[in-house]
């Protein structure tokens, strides 16, 4: 498949998951969305579960891509540390699409054992990551960091999952911030 048509299929994929939830999720909405043909999306993605992964695995690549930029650009650990929890929590803007896919993703896990494999796996490496960057940002905290990377972890999934379920009613991107920022103020 071309890389073009690759990509707006992808699109098409999230795009539907974050505008009209998995239900919506077929090879014909897909090949719809995208502009292409039944076959081409039916040659790669034969299977709802397989739309949901290949766009599980977009939003992780855009994310990766996103963050690697982001973290390069920060001064300091602290600010590592900040800019990646902004990004898992949903906080960097108030495009929410990749938060929705995210929560039909982990949502889906529950129910799934081939997607949970995935969220287990995924959401492991990003624990670790979390960790790593609370003992490079707080040095004295090894001792406990794998226990406040969980905690903070579930802190940002509830802002992720408010943020995809109540598109900011509830709990702004300010207030999502705000209290983003208290959670890290305990670490020190």
């Known amino acids: 498949m071309e890389n073009g048509r690759t990509e707006r299929i992808l699109d098409a994929l999230i795009e539907l998951l ?66 990646f929890c902004v990004e898992i929590a949903g ?41 790593a960057l609370i003992e490079s940002a707080y040095p004295d905290s090894r001792e406990d960091a794998g226990d406040s990377a969980a905690l903070l972890l579930a802190v940002l999934d509830g802002i992720a999952v408010s943020r995809a379920a109540e598109r900011g009613s509830r709990l702004s991107q300010v207030r999502g911030v705000r209290i983003l920022d208290r959670a890290l103020t305990s670490l020190e």
Request: no cysteine; hydrophobic share 40%; glycine share 8%.
């Open 18 to 83: 974050a505008t009209r939830g998995p239900d919506a999720l077929s090879i014909r909405n897909v090949a719809a969305v995208a502009g292409v043909s039944v076959g081409a999306v039916q040659h790669h993605f034969g299977t709802k579960e397989q739309l949901l992964q290949a766009a599980m695995g977009e939003v992780e690549q855009r994310f990766r891509t996103r963050i690697g930029a982001l973290l390069e650009q920060e001064p300091s650990p602290q600010s590592r540390l900040r800019a």
């Open 91 to 131: 906080l960097g803007n108030d495009d929410t699409t990749e938060v929705v896919v995210w929560t039909v993703f982990a949502a889906r896990a529950a129910v799934d054992e081939g997607i949970r494999t995935h969220h287990v796996s995924s959401w492991a490496h990003t624990e670790d990551v979390l960790r």
